[in-house]
């Protein structure tokens, strides 16, 4: 194997230089075509090798210890050795190897990006900088950075335009000065981008006018979509907005690399194959999978491997090792399984984020200030992780990415071949799907004369996702078994032997005893035809006691029950299981409705503050027994972390001042002029009207002389609303 692993910039060097002598000989137009042949010759069979090697790669990263040096160094590095320097301009296209189109450099051998992707510019602009950039490249492995820019949620199209076009341009100078790849992310979170689609065709005519010149700078037209399917000939589909756009950048002359988001958060890249937009003639076109490796398991590795299969070029624009909601539920075994498909592949990544936010998919701690220059003390979990992933992969490919070619901390080991987990896909699918040649008329009416909506007729199931004794996840999906849209919104209610913790994609109505009321968080309160919407929580419960909600019911009636699961029969939508496995809050804050887990360390340890605000450091098994609460011991403090229009993160300090532990747990009460839709480190006791109860979490009911427990939440509000909590009592 080790006569595989090669520096394949000298392979690239190589073919470069015999296609540079063959095209300044001066003995004919015979000897000129011999040695391009030639050169084509060789640059298939380094194409062949490069894939062997990718092939042969087995992810095996650790989140707990750093493999290499992070010391804050950076490196004097001439521009010929640096990504840009050595792969140049990137396309989309064939390589010997791989079953689908993928990323090639401008001497056309297959190339991975390796990517770095920030947290929303409006909130998290001081990320981006110069030496923010060039950490990345000399300590991390990174060669690219993806600039998350929202257009909504407080960003781009909402007061943040003049801050994010100066970032922008920082940005991309700053790339061009190190030798890095950049993607010009249009961040779209939970909605059809057609709906913005005027402003999306102003804002990329514009910076693909400014940088058509440029090498180094890709446009991600759509983050992640949802609420349209990708081609469905309405003319208000993905297929539609992705076509207008991709035109309206080539029509400034420039042909970078697009990359297009794909339906329910950029996970249906499987529907692609039946209309690429290569049918239009479009070329230099990728197709966007975002995964979190704590909720998406072979589900979603399916459809990547359908999309392979079918000739689909897929690009990982966003993933974290956390569950989809951004704060807990890590699961490395399963990051580093993506990890192999991905690499085995050569499809390009970009991680999330480049932050110290305190949620768990941050790269920093949140006690982390610096700004660049990071040791690896100042790593998070998923800091270390992308640090020994990208390092490791690096390394594997003889640095082809890299500026400098040299490699602290540790070597490149030879890969284990695991043949029984080759991702490779097995090309099942047809690659030549049967399709429509761009109809200029929709086949159907896009308003149906007849009735098309309908306030009736949902069923829901739940399943418990993984269960490890003293907590578990669940996931409850509404399902409209109709041929007509549901349009008036949904209440779910049911019985839990437990406490909710956690609550994603929908809102807690009211809490008495074991009894739930949840319903719709607004954006999910349409459901398609044939279709379903999911909301998910984690819990607490004894060991004992089933996880598995009872008496389910949505919007009154019963919703049945079958097994284990309180199924209901009568929803026809084949991919209930991914009809909606993830979103993220207008925060950037990831929320997942499938926490799918295969293993018990997914247990919610890791939602504790990472700072060590929580003074006992681990969870415990309950609160003592014992215990009696100091009434005058605690004091609570609130603020208000971010603030984005119609919603805000916010966090409560609860401090032990007295120079004696306090035991026996705390209860937080406080009026909020908005609705709690995630919340972290503590649980809902009740909800009534606008006044909430929040009780410790239980592991962090205890906290030391002088130390704090931390808890936050996001939540949804009017315009106008302040975010802050108003009467804040702790006892």
């Known amino acids: ?169 920082e940005a991309v100078n700053a790339a061009n000065e190190l030798g890095m790849y950049v993607i010009l992310d249009w961040h779209v979170l939970n909605y059809n981008p057609n709906g913005d689609a005027d402003k999306a065709e102003e804002f990329f005519t514009k910076y693909a006018t400014k940088y058509k010149n440029l090498k180094n700078v890709l446009y991600e ?25 991709t035109k309206a950048i080539r029509a400034t002359g420039n042909q970078s690399i697009v990359i297009c988001g794909t339906n329910t958060w950029s996970q249906d890249v499987d529907a692609v194959a039946a209309k690429p937009l290569s049918a239009d003639g479009l070329t230099n076109v990728a197709y966007t999978l975002h995964f979190y490796a704590g909720t998406h398991y072979d589900n979603i590795k399916n459809k990547l491997r359908t999309a392979l299969a079918a000739g689909t070029p897929v690009f990982v624009t966003e993933f974290g090792i956390t569950d989809a909601s951004g704060w807990g539920g890590i699961d490395i075994a399963n990051a580093n399984d993506w990890m192999t498909l991905l690499t085995r592949n050569n499809i390009s990544y970009a991680a999330w984020s480049l932050c110290n936010k305190g949620e768990g998919a941050s790269y920093l701690k949140e006690s982390t200030s610096k700004t660049s220059k990071w040791t690896g003390s100042e790593l998070s979990t998923s800091g270390i992780w992308l640090v020994n992933t990208s390092r490791r992969i690096q390394a594997v490919i ?62 829901a199931e739940a399943a418990v996702s993984s269960d490890w004794g003293m ?35 929908g809102k807690i109505v009211s809490h008495t005893g074991n009894h739930y ?57 084949s991919s209930a299981d991914s009809s909606k496995d993830s979103s993220k809050d207008s925060n950037g804050q990831k929320t997942s409705d499938d926490q799918k887990t295969n293993s018990s360390d997914t247990k919610p340890a890791d939602t504790k503050p990472s700072d060590g605000q929580s003074s006992d450091g681990q969870p415990s098994d309950g609160q003592p027994s014992d215990a009696k609460p100091a009434a005058s011991a605690l004091t609570a403090e609130a603020k208000v972390n971010s603030n984005w229009a119609v919603g805000a993160t916010v966090q409560v300090v609860v401090n032990n001042k007295t120079d004696a532990a306090h035991e026996g747990g705390w209860t937080i009460e406080f009026d909020l002029d908005g609705d709690i839709t995630n919340l972290w480190n503590g649980t809902i006791a009740s909800h009534k009207g606008n006044h909430y109860v929040i009780t410790n979490a239980s592991w962090n009911g205890t906290i030391a002389a002088k130390q704090n427990a931390t808890l936050g939440f996001t939540m949804s509000k009017s315009l106008f609303a302040s975010a802050e909590p108003t009467n804040v009592t702790v006892r």
Request: charged share 15%; net charge negative; with cysteine.
């Open 1 to 169: 194997m080790s006569s595989i692993i090669r520096p394949w910039s000298r392979v690239c060097a190589a073919i470069a230089a015999g296609a540079m002598m063959a095209a300044g000989c001066a003995t004919g137009v015979a000897t000129v075509s011999a040695q391009s042949a030639a050169a084509a010759q060789s640059a298939a069979a380094s194409s062949a090798d490069y894939a062997q090697v990718m092939k042969s790669y087995t992810a095996d990263a650790s989140g707990d210890q750093l493999a290499y040096a992070v010391n804050g160094e950076l490196k004097d590095v001439a521009y010929k050795d640096t990504p840009v320097g050595r792969h140049g301009k990137l396309s989309i296209g064939k390589a010997a190897g791989f079953s689908a189109p993928t990323v090639l450099d401008e001497h056309g051998q297959p190339f991975q990006l390796r990517g770095a992707s920030t947290h929303g510019v409006q909130w998290f602009p001081q990320y981006i900088s110069r030496d923010a950039f060039q950490s990345l490249r000399d300590e991390w492995g990174i060669n690219m950075v993806r600039l998350a820019l929202y257009p909504r949620e407080g960003g781009y199209l909402q007061g943040s335009q003049a801050k994010m076009d100066a970032k922008i341009e």
């Open 221 to 245: 037209i759509a983050n992640e979509p949802t609420s349209t399917s990708w081609y469905d000939g309405s003319g208000n589909d993905l297929y539609t907005y992705s076509k207008r756009l």
């Open 398 to 459: 003889g640095g082809t990415s890299q500026s400098s070619g040299t490699e602290t901390g540790g070597s490149a080991t030879e890969p284990t071949t695991d043949p029984s987990t080759d991702p490779t896909p097995d090309p099942t699918p047809d690659p030549t799907p049967s399709e429509p040649t761009t109809p200029t008329v929709p086949t159907e009416p896009t308003k149906p004369s007849e009735p098309q909506t309908t306030t009736t007729g949902l069923t």
């Open 471 to 505: 907590g578990a996840n669940v996931n409850v999906t509404v399902n409209n078994p109709s041929d007509a849209t549901y349009t008036g919104g949904w209440k779910v209610e049911f019985d839990l032997d437990g406490t909710i913790t956690n609550l994603w994609c």
């Open 517 to 573: 009321v949840v319903s719709d968080a607004s954006w999910n309160a349409s459901i398609a035809p044939k279709h379903g919407t999911s909301f998910g929580f984690g819990m607490t419960k004894a060991p004992t006691s089933s996880a598995l909600p009872a008496n389910l019911t949505v919007n009154g009636v019963a919703a049945g029950a079958s097994g284990d699961s309180s199924k209901v029969s009568g929803s026809t939508d």
